[in-house]
């Protein structure tokens, strides 16, 4: 029997990882005389494999088009509007447009909605401020979480509805406002604020002789801004104390808003590094570093009441420690150390719940500190 004088090969390939409809190659193989000349029809150009997760952009914008990236004014009796685009920037084609969109937390506050459209990325975010809203709810926080459900990966983006005054920057009080530096070794200072502005700068005045503060930047996905001082005293700073005075400015638009912060340095020799309180034995094991063959005086603080009459030496590598005996009624909550023209100070971890800043004896004078091996106590 004679050959056809042609043969025709259909082949349909489908991606079994993704559903039909949305990947589609078809190949079609027609032979001629011998000769395979080859026509690919492609309908869709589709991957074989899942590209990286990588997590999805999100782009927030409000109705007149301007982006929104931190607080947005709201007054009562006006709807906001927050148009929310998420994609993914390689797939240009739309192969994987396949996202999930939540406005966490959620009907926060109340009225507000979502709808989202989840094949397009595309969804919209509305609120309508009543009377009252303004006293209810002068500030509202809302995480926008954005995932691409088929690829993997998660993108979170902060938006603040403000009614009213708008926030202000605020300083973390985790800072401490006296802050001792080591002499020739750098200190890192990080200075936190929370805003939920979308430009955070913090900058300082009359800074310490040689110290730098670092520029701010933000911490992904949180409205939290840091800035880092680093100083390195000389030795001609010994003792010497400066007042610096840092501000933090956050902006939204046309409106500033800022907060400030003061924190003394002081570059000393002497450090206290150590003041526990062991409730069980009642001790008090103090440690630190300072100025070599000298000797350093311990006593409650602020006061400066004396904790012991035992001399406290600083070793050749510039170390000294004490344990001590005093009762519980007189834990310091702080202890205060002195050699020279230099003190320091530090809180006792842990303190007993009724610790003092001074003896608590029914006479001061009955208050003896420690000597020759007599533990420090009311006498």
């Known amino acids: ?126 609120w309508t401020a009543v009377e009252g809203d303004a006293a209810r709810y002068p500030s509202t926080t809302i995480t926008f979480v ?9 993108t979170k983006q902060q938006v603040t509805l403000s009614l009213g005054d708008l926030p202000t920057p605020v300083f973390s009080t985790a800072i401490p406002t006296q802050q001792t530096a080591e002499v020739g070794k750098r200190l890192k200072f990080p200075l936190t604020v929370s805003s939920p502005s979308s430009k955070v700068r913090i900058k300082a005045s009359r800074l310490p002789p040689g110290a730098t503060l670092g520029p701010t930047r933000k911490t992904p996905n949180t409205q939290q801004w840091t800035a880092v001082l680093k100083w390195k005293p000389k030795a001609k700073h010994t003792g ?47 440690a630190g570093k300072g100025p070599k063959g000298q000797s350093i005086s311990l006593g409650f603080s602020p006061g400066g009441t004396a904790l012991t009459n035992v001399p406290i030496s600083v070793d050749g590598q510039g170390l000294w420690s004490h344990s001590l005996q005093v009762e519980a009624v007189n834990a310091p909550c702080a202890v205060q150390a002195r050699t020279g023209n230099q003190t320091a100070t530090l809180a006792v971890d842990p303190a007993p719940a009724a610790c003092v800043a001074t003896p608590v004896c029914t006479d001061p004078a009955q208050w003896h500190p420690e000597d020759s091996g007599a533990p420090a106590q009311c006498m």
């Open 1 to 126: 029997m004679r050959e056809p004088f042609f043969q025709a090969r259909a082949v349909l390939r489908f991606p079994v990882s993704r559903p039909l409809g949305k990947s589609l190659v078809a190949a079609l193989v027609l032979g001629i005389g011998g000769a395979e000349p080859k026509l690919f029809i492609d309908g869709v150009t589709a991957a074989t494999t899942k590209p990286d997760p990588v997590p999805p952009t999100v782009e927030i914008t409000a109705a007149d088009g301007s982006s929104v990236k931190g607080i947005v004014a709201v007054k009562e009796g006006e709807t906001v509007t927050l148009d929310i685009k998420v994609y993914d920037p390689r797939d240009t084609q739309g192969l994987y447009h396949d996202f999930s969109l939540q406005a966490l937390p959620a009907n926060t506050p109340p009225g507000a909605s979502l709808a989202f459209n989840a094949l397009k990325g595309l969804g919209r975010y509305t």
């Open 240 to 286: 010497h104390s400066y007042s610096t005075t840092f501000t933090a400015i956050g902006k939204d638009g046309s409106t500033a808003l800022q907060s400030t912060l003061g924190v003394t340095f002081t570059a000393a020799t002497l450090l206290l590094q150590q003041a526990r309180w062991n409730a069980d034995s009642s001790q008090l094991t103090v």
């Open 146 to 154: 954005a995932s691409n459900t088929y690829l993997g990966g998660t």
